[in-house]
């Protein structure tokens, strides 16, 4: 058996959808209930998998399914990133993601894709916690919400 990629679009109608996410998120451990009457438990990993799938698609998201092994384009990497194909390929050449070039089309690992997006994640919301920390200091920022009504 092969391991194939595979994008399945939001459905028109994602009624279904949303009560399937209420149901998979009540269940402690959801399980299959095969042809023949048999049950098979999932795997948390696979569960959780399970969930982010049925919430996305209910929320209107397409969802991609693939392997970390698979490379990508160029194109389809800086899609996946939100960015233009220029400003990744000069990611690329500053030595910042890893690349191969089997012929004419650079190729990256999906898996330093992911990687690359969860470190660019995680410096932004250092930043941000960093800014915060700053005007909190500063006295421009404070955790409390005050609500201020416009008089006319």
């Known amino acids: 058996m092969t391991v ?16 399937l996410v209420v ?3 009540q269940l402690p ?12 438990l999932l795997p948390e990993p696979i569960a959780d998998v399970l969930r982010d799938v049925a919430h996305a698609l209910a929320h209107g998201q397409a969802v ?3 392997p970390q092994h698979t490379t990508l384009t160029t194109q389809q990497a800086a899609d996946f990133l939100g960015i233009s194909r220029p400003t990744f390929v000069k990611l690329l050449e500053d030595g ?3 690349f191969s070039q089997p012929g004419r089309h650079r190729r ?3 898996s330093d894709v992911l990687a690359y997006r969860e470190r660019i994640q995680r410096e932004r919301d250092e930043g941000l916690d960093e800014l915060a920390a700053v005007s909190q200091d500063a006295g421009l920022y404070s955790d409390e919400v005050t609500h201020t009504r416009l008089r006319r």
């Open 29 to 40: 451990q959801p399980e299959l209930v095969l042809a023949d009457g048999s049950r098979l």
């Open 108 to 110: 990256v690992r999906l």
């Open 64 to 66: 991609t399914v693939a």
């Open 4 to 19: 194939r990629d595979r994008t399945v679009l939001p459905p028109e109608d994602d009624a279904a959808f949303r009560a």
């Open 96 to 98: 910042v993601l890893a």
């Open 23 to 25: 149901q998979l998120e």
